[in-house]
């Protein structure tokens, strides 16, 4: 744009710039396609990589950061429960800190040098606040690395201590107090087990086969034993019995005379006769007998 002064000098050059926001719609107009495509691009990485970078740390749980540019594991810092952002080229690592559960079978020798086989129930959990550091140093794979091998060495230790007759036998609960008061050598610095559980305990075929062999004549042996106790007991029973008849025939023999038992045949042959009854009456030769009578219901 020229502007005439009125002088002799060279007329004065002004420039005009557009507004502002003038300029940016008519960018953005030229280049929209590329800000939409830019845009579809960014929201299709959010949607694919949102399950990664968006974690959710359930109940019981506990997280740990790998930072790949700013150190490696975060061992001073859990991530409780909740949402959590973890960046895409950063890895995050999910522990539950509930008490858990693995049954578990094992080889030991007892004091005898026997080979028995236990079957274990183990109950152990993290200690949450060393997690960092037990993903660190030993990862998510700590039950077969150091639950496992810390109480098969412990239980190898204190089944050595007991013979079998200790373990298969009436001490087996002596056994599982042991066990259970040498829990705090078993646990670790990042793990801590709960309960060790001595579900069962199986002999070799020969000790079993002994065993079996030995408590059914123990059974034989208490049997026989009670049916001697019992035919002993009859026999005092007997005995007494006996002895009551004799003192009452005794008793009795003393008052029985030849009038009375007479007396007494009469009455129960007064009771036969008046009986309906068809019957047959037998007299005897001396003045002393009493009829006989026979007969049968109609």
Excluded: C
């Excluded at 990485?45 to 997280?63: C, D, H, K, R, W």
């Excluded at 078993?186 to 079993?208: G, N, T, W, Y």
């Excluded at 029985?256 to 009986?275: D, N, V």
């Amino acid at each position: 744009m020229i502007v005439d002064t009125g002088s002799t000098s060279k007329p004065e050059v002004v420039s005009v710039r557009p507004p502002v926001g003038r300029v940016v719609r008519a960018r953005l107009r030229r280049h929209a396609n590329a800000l939409l495509v830019v845009l579809g691009v960014l929201l299709f990485l959010v949607v694919y990589f949102a399950p990664t970078i968006f974690v959710t740390v359930q109940s019981g749980e506990v997280g740990v950061m790998y930072r790949r540019f700013l150190g490696g594991t975060e061992t001073d810092r859990v991530y409780g429960e909740g949402l959590t952002f973890v960046p895409p080229w950063d890895k995050f690592f999910i522990y539950s800190i509930r008490v858990q559960e693995v049954k578990h079978e094992m080889q030991v020798l007892t004091q005898e040098g026997l080979s028995v086989k236990l079957d274990l129930s183990i109950r152990y959990h993290p200690e949450p606040e060393m997690v960092g550091m037990l993903h660190q140093r030993v990862g998510p794979d700590y039950k077969d690395r150091v639950v496992i091998p810390e109480v098969e060495s412990a239980m190898r230790t204190i089944m050595g201590r007991f013979t079998m007759r200790d373990v298969y036998g009436s001490e087996r609960g002596l056994v599982q107090k042991v066990i259970n008061e040498s829990l705090e050598h078993v646990s670790q610095d990042f793990v801590k087990v709960d309960e060790i559980v001595l579900r069962d305990v199986e002999l070799p075929a020969k000790v079993q086969d002994a065993i079996e062999q030995k408590m059914t004549e123990k059974e034989l042996a208490e049997a026989y034993e009670y049916k001697l106790d019992r035919e002993t007991q009859e026999a005092k029973r007997k005995q007494i019995e006996a002895q009551g008849i004799k003192q009452y025939n005794e008793t009795v023999q003393s008052s029985l005379t030849p009038s009375l038992l007479r007396w007494e045949g009469i009455e129960a042959t007064k009771e036969l006769a008046q009986s309906p009854n068809a019957k047959m009456v037998f007299m005897g030769n001396r003045a002393n007998d009493l009829p006989v009578i026979l007969g049968g219901e109609k």
